[in-house]
T-cell receptor, first 112, second 117 residues
Framework: DAGVTQSPTHLIKTRGQQVTLRCSPKSGHDTVSWYQQALGQGPQFIFQ???????QRGNFPDRFSGHQFPNYSSELNVNALLLGDSALYLC???????????FGQGTRLTVV | QKEVEQDPGPLSVPEGAIVSLNCTYSNSAFQYFMWYRQYSRKGPELLMY????GNKEDGRFTAQVDKSSKYISLFIRDSQPSDSATYLC?????????????????FGQGTILTVHP
């Protein structure tokens, strides 16, 4: 049973560029959440998708947007990248109405 | 003040020691409590998932929740060098919109643990 998979593993982008990160949830899960983890900090909630709609959003600017596809996979898009966007981006999958979440290995984004 | 406070450590113990990791929280709406283990440059791995106050045991790990004090703990018995990692507490409650989603997790900063042989 495949767990949560994310791609790419690492990414280097230039300030001002746009980036798309991808996530496939654990088999049987229908809800995907995205988190940003800065070095030495705990993950911070960005947003959550269920039934192809954003259901909850954390304190992140509109530069952060997402999408969920009919097969439950998801994308995270970040526009106009800033140096401060450099972090580990984590995808978590779960069942709707349940908090037990499983994480992927993350995408390490470096903005230069 | 952060909603979830966790001592970042670092914590260094000898192999075989009992480790105690703790978090406090301020939001009384939190109902679900989790502990994750995160190895360097990896995603968090779910260790324990609890709902009610009390203890839950799984092998060498025991999770303890005290909702009246807003305090949770993770105990690791007979610690091993392979337990060396960052331990994150996380918790969730009903969504702000009053819906039924409990999917937003609020994390502590993480405690760095090193178990030396």
């Amino acid at each position: 049973d495949a767990g949560v998979t994310q791609s790419p593993t690492h990414l280097i982008k230039t300030r001002g560029q746009q980036v798309t990160l991808r996530c496939s949830p654990k088999s049987g899960h229908d809800t995907v959440s995205w988190y940003q983890q800065a070095l030495g900090q705990g993950p911070q909630f960005i947003f959550q998708y269920y039934e192809e709609e954003e259901r909850q959003r954390g304190n992140f600017p509109d530069r952060f947007s997402g999408h969920q596809f009919p097969n439950y996979s998801s994308e995270l898009n970040v526009n106009a990248l800033l140096l401060g966007d450099s972090a580990l981006y984590l995808c978590a999958s779960s069942l709707w109405q349940w908090s037990e979440a499983f994480f992927g290995q993350g995408t390490r984004l470096t903005v230069v | 003040q952060k909603e979830v406070e966790q001592d970042p450590g670092p914590l260094s113990v000898p192999e075989g020691a009992i480790v105690s990791l703790n978090c406090t929280y301020s939001n009384s709406a939190f109902q679900y409590f989790m502990w994750y283990r995160q190895y360097s440059r990896k995603g968090p791995e779910l260790l324990m998932y609890t709902y009610s106050s009390g203890n839950k045991e799984d092998g060498r790990f025991t999770a303890q929740v005290d909702k009246s004090s807003k305090y949770i703990s993770l105990f690791i018995r007979d610690s091993q060098p392979s337990d060396s990692a960052t331990y994150l507490c996380a918790m969730s409650g009903p969504s702000n919109a009053g819906g039924t989603s409990y999917g937003k997790l609020t994390f502590g900063q993480g405690t760095i643990l090193t178990v030396h042989p």
